[in-house]
């Protein structure tokens, strides 16, 4: 046996026996456990600072089963109550006298007596009131003495009590469902509300004269960091009734005008006596046979193209293969809207994006759904819109955010994935948009194979092809422009990832277009600049 072999195992001997000595010394030993100590043994000063000790759960629960069975009238879970109801608000702990505390901590003087200081609602009452009581001793009360006046000076009106968070629920529910649905118009076409896209923050105080609950609400993009995203939508509400049927809008307040209710927003956004300003405007859809198409595009409310819509996506292949060389898709017979397929939230679109379906027919007397077809974001593009950084006599900076509207659909034509975008830009550039992605197209590699493109495996040849995009452009830049609508179709050359480009285009007399291909990435680009 080798003198390293001895070794090892002595090794593995010696670790055995340590180990079955150290589970006989430790036999019969009760096992060591953190066991929570009671507050008496955890504090350092004998208990002192105990004194200003928050409640614990337990004591909480006995003050408020104390206060249910000791007061003569029902108290209602503060998280279900109505106004209407009798409630606690709030358990806390009632701190000592100063005097009294120090003469236990200073002097030697008696423990301080434990007790809790409980804010409670009182709406079921003929005078409806807010009242403090302090409840004592602790852990196991049996008094409550009423130190309202002795606080305040006099009984707490009820209109004064602080919001609970059931009454701001309530009054979500009461814009939601009472006050939005007086101006739909309004809300669907300007606000765009779908029932969650709005968030709405309290103003305070609630009222400026004695008696008052009225409250501004004001409205916000329901988005992350949504305090920085208002609508310029404000609605005052008046909550002081106890019936919250009574509940009503006092005024709204929409882009510097104030109005007596959404009845009357409604009626002035109907009469269009409302000017709603929006960037951008246009109506969309996806043809099943041409994909994703945009109609009525307006920029500041101006109409710059009545139609901008993908037409076709040509390739033609090239191969010494006979399938290869006789191929020239149109992917328009295939129905590129037809093979919208879904998008992945977080991937295909930023995650935060809002996802639409498509409904089609085509190839059946059924409609079918393909969900969230259509994506629409707004896109950060890493770069300023403008910045100036002034180091000159005085010291500031100033820029601005530059960010563009998309609407993307992804289809999957057989082999290729394009994914097309129209993109919106804060300068009032529109742009038009296509990748392609998925898996290139191949014949077997055989003879000559390679003077019709280049291999990518041991027997695969990547297809020398060509791309040809095309796309519908009627502009209305200045006025409507007729029958003057211009047709652009860009040229892409791929062979195995080797790519070439071309360009074909046409210009509109006082209406500049530009289309671009670029070939690196094979990314289409088509820029109308309105």
């Not at 809008?249 to 956004?269: I, P, T």
């Not at 101006?302 to 191969?319: C, F, K, N, T």
Request: charge should be neutral.
């Amino acid at each position: 046996m080798h003198m390293k072999t001895v070794l090892i195992l002595l090794v593995l001997a010696l670790a055995t026996i340590f180990a079955l000595v150290c589970v006989l010394l430790t036999r019969g030993r009760a096992p060591s456990t953190c066991r929570h100590q009671p507050p008496e043994q955890e504090d350092p000063d004998d208990g002192q600072s105990l004194v200003f000790a928050d409640l614990t759960p337990e004591e909480l629960a006995q003050v408020v089963r104390y206060l249910q069975g000791n007061l003569g009238v029902q108290l209602v879970d503060a998280s279900r109550a109505k106004p209407s109801d009798n409630c606690i608000a709030s358990v806390d702990v009632q701190v000592p006298a100063k005097a009294e505390v120090l003469r236990f901590l200073d002097g030697g003087g008696a423990r301080p007596r434990r007790e809790a200081l409980a804010v409670l609602y009182f709406g079921n009452q003929p005078d409806p009131n807010v009242t403090e009581y302090v409840v004592g001793p602790l852990p196991t009360p049996v008094y409550h003495r009423d130190v309202t006046v002795q606080k305040y000076g006099g009984k707490v009106p009820y209109h004064r009590r602080p919001t609970l968070a059931v009454e701001y629920k309530q009054l979500a529910g009461f814009l939601k469902s009472q006050v939005f649905p007086t101006a739909p118009s309004f809300m669907r076409q300007v606000m765009e509300y779908d029932g969650a896209n709005l968030a709405a923050l309290t103003a305070a105080p609630r009222g400026f004269q004695s008696g008052d609950r009225i409250t501004w609400f004001v409205l916000f993009q329901n988005v992350s960091g949504f305090f920085v995203h208002p609508v310029g939508l404000e609605v005052l509400v008046d909550h002081s009734s106890l019936d919250i049927s009574r509940w009503a809008v006092s005024r709204v307040f929409y882009n510097g005008q104030y109005y007596r209710d959404m009845v009357q927003l409604e009626s002035a956004y109907v009469q269009g006596r409302i000017s709603v300003e929006k960037a951008w405007s246009f109506a969309f859809g996806m043809s099943v046979t041409t994909g994703l198409r945009l109609f009525d595009i307006r920029h500041k409310g101006e109409r710059v193209a009545y139609e901008i819509s993908v037409q076709e996506a040509l390739s033609v292949y090239g191969s010494n293969c006979p399938g290869g060389m006789s191929t020239r898709y149109m992917d328009g017979s295939f129905g590129i809207g037809r093979y919208t397929s879904p998008l992945v939230r977080g991937v295909d679109c930023p995650y935060l994006a809002t996802y639409l379906d498509v409904h089609y027919l085509a190839h059946s007397q059924v409609s079918r759904v393909s969900k969230n077809a259509l994506c629409i974001f707004e896109q950060n593009l890493g770069s300023p819109l403008r910045r100036h950084y002034s180091n000159l006599q005085s010291l500031y900076y100033g820029g601005l955010v530059n960010s563009a509207l998309v609407v993307r659909s992804i289809a999957t034509v057989g082999n290729y994935d394009y994914v097309w975008d129209f993109i919106f830009y804060q300068n009032g550039a529109i742009e038009g948009k296509v990748q392609a992605t998925g898996y290139a197209s191949s014949s077997f590699l055989h003879g000559d194979g390679l003077r019709y493109g280049n291999r990518v495996w041991e027997h695969t040849l990547g297809t020398i092809h060509t791309h040809s995009i095309n796309y519908k452009v009627d502009l209305d830049v200045g006025g409507r422009s007729g029958s003057n609508v211009c047709y652009y179709t860009g040229k892409l050359q791929s062979s195995g990832g080797i790519a070439s480009c071309s360009v074909e285009s046409l210009i509109v007399t006082s209406e500049l277009c530009f289309f671009a291909l670029l070939s690196s990435s094979f990314t289409a680009k088509l820029f109308f600049y309105v």
